[in-house]
């Protein structure tokens, strides 16, 4: 059965830093779709970064990054120089190689201090 | 409007009550979807409607009622709540290709608070 781990319930970093959030994944499928998105404390849950499984380079979105080992079956998520405003809830989301839905991990709580 | 949109933003009703969740995607989509957070746990898909035709229904209980009168529309109906029903519940849109190699994101709406009395 598919599925996402992710093992941090919280993380703190230092603003201007960089932080990694984790994401493992389970699958017997050889094409699919790897997804993060940030949830902040209104609710809304907003697409961060996308990495297909066949993508030989790492997806990068402005301050975002995927760090993708396919191997591993791992797809961490890197924010570099962290802000205030990245303080949210971080999920990690699969979609299979049939059908359009998603499979999402239980997420990260990230907390960026000043 | 733009994005995706959800009405009302907050919901209170009581157990004998019947209401209906709104959304509506201005993005020219053509798959639509709801899910159910509730606190601690990870997102539940609970239906999915490509083309307006439902494509999955997630061992959904029968008090959730969905409606997707066109692409752009998505109704929750709700009838006879319990309280463990009180969530957060987001409705999301994409667009889809018969070709499922190509994969698009899932933008999603603000989301309806829901408190079950």
């Known amino acids: 059965a598919q599925k996402i781990t992710q093992t941090q319930p919280g993380m703190f970093v230092q603003e201007k830093e960089a932080v990694t959030l984790d994401c493992t994944y389970d699958?017997?499928?050889?094409?699919?779709?790897l997804f993060w998105y940030k949830q902040p404390s209104s609710g809304e849950m907003i697409f961060l970064i996308y990495q297909g499984s066949y993508d030989e380079q790492n997806a990068t979105e402005g301050r975002y990054s995927l760090n993708f080992q396919k191997a591993r079956k791992s797809a961490n998520l890197v924010i570099s120089a962290s802000q205030l405003g990245d303080s949210a809830m971080y999920f990690c989301?699969?979609?299979?190689?049939?059908?359009?839905?998603?499979?999402f991990g239980a997420g990260t709580i990230l907390r960026v201090k000043s | 409007e733009t994005g995706v949109t959800q009405t009302p933003r907050h919901l209170v009703m009581g157990m004998t009550n019947k209401k209906s969740l709104k959304c509506e995607q201005h993005l020219g989509h053509n798959a639509m979807y709801w899910y159910k957070q509730s606190a601690k746990k990870p997102l539940e898909l609970m239906f999915v409607y490509n083309f307006k035709e439902q494509t999955e229904n997630n061992s959904v209980p029968s008090r959730f009622s969905p409606e997707c009168p066109n692409s752009s529309h998505l109704f929750l109906h709700l009838h006879t709540l319990q309280p463990e029903d009180s969530a957060l519940y987001l409705c999301?849109?994409?667009?889809?290709?018969?070709?499922?190699?190509?994969?698009?994101?899932?933008?999603f709406g603000p989301g309806t608070r829901l408190t079950v009395t």
């Open positions: 989301a699969m979609k299979m190689e049939y059908g359009n839905k998603l499979v």
């Open positions: 999301a849109s994409s667009q889809v290709f018969s070709n499922d190699a190509i994969s698009y994101e899932q933008y």
């Open positions: 699958t017997s499928d050889q094409s699919y779709g």
